[in-house]
Antibody, heavy 126, light 106 residues
Framework: QVTLRESGPALVKVTQTLTLTCTFS??????????VNWIRQPPGKALEWLAR???????YYNTSLKTRLTISKDTSKNQVVLTMINMDSVDTATYYC??????????????????WGKGTTVTVSS | SYELTQPPSVSVSPGQTASITCSAD??????VFWYQQKPGQSPVLVIY???RRPSGIPERFSGSNSGNTATLTISGTQVMDEADYYC?????????FGGGTKLTVL
């Protein structure tokens, strides 16, 4: 059974750095085709993709947030860490991690988020 | 990349068919995925690769994607289907979500 769990501070101050950890089980990030994404959702708003890390350590970022984000993995601990610098009140949101699973269809390779964590809520205060 | 446009809300009576659209230029050239999110819960994948259902998702959920529009269809909508629905597309370096559609069943 695949599970993911997000952890991190519930409250951070403006300008501080947020560090979130996604701890997962049921798969290995050293297996070809496995990836983990971070997604966030401000209260009452839509989902926003933040970053992704692949089994081969390739990393991808939301272009509008790229300068503030760093994603990394510790395969031995089954963890993915996301750091976001210079936090602001607009970053108040629930942060999710989700597995990105590789699949093939119509001769095309693609990925989809098949399992999500329950999310962790982060409030940014002044 | 592009933006995915969804209607903010859709209403349907129980037992009727609900259709939620997701639009973007040439969206039919890419695969589309749909997630259901109930209040206070994390999203759940209901459709992948345009029209495939994950294990455990009821048959009343179906999807299509052609031209500029992808559609999530819920046949025989049940009260338990009331939720927010998000479409998602993907390319090599970016994941895109639509703005979400609130489905009301009344």
């Amino acid at each position: 059974q695949v599970t993911l769990r997000e952890s991190g501070p519930a409250l951070v101050k403006v300008t501080q750095t947020l560090t979130l950890t996604c701890t997962f089980s049921g798969f290995s990030l050293s297996t070809s085709g496995m990836c983990v994404n971070w997604i966030r959702q401000p209260p009452g708003k839509a989902l926003e993709w933040l970053a992704r890390i692949d089994w081969d350590d390739e990393k991808y970022y939301n272009t509008s947030l790229k300068t503030r984000l760093t994603i990394s993995k510790d395969t031995s601990k089954n963890q993915v860490v996301l750091t976001m610098i210079n936090m602001d009140s607009v970053d108040t949101a629930t942060y999710y991690c989700a597995r990105f699973l590789r699949a093939y269809g119509s001769g095309t390779r693609y990925y989809y988020m098949d399992v999500w964590g329950k999310g962790t809520t982060v409030t940014v205060s002044s | 990349s592009y933006e995915l446009t969804q209607p903010p809300s859709v209403s349907v009576s129980p037992g009727q068919t609900a259709s939620i659209t997701c639009s973007a230029d040439k969206l039919g050239d890419d695969f589309v995925f749909w997630y259901q999110q109930k209040p206070g819960q994390s999203p759940v994948l209901v459709i992948y690769q345009d029209s495939r259902r994950p294990s455990g998702i009821p048959e009343r959920f179906s999807g299509s994607n052609s031209g500029n529009t992808a559609t999530l269809t819920i046949s025989g909508t049940q009260v338990m289907d009331e939720a927010d629905y998000y479409c998602q597309a993907w390319d090599t370096s970016t994941v895109l979500f639509g703005g979400g559609t609130k489905l009301t069943v009344l």
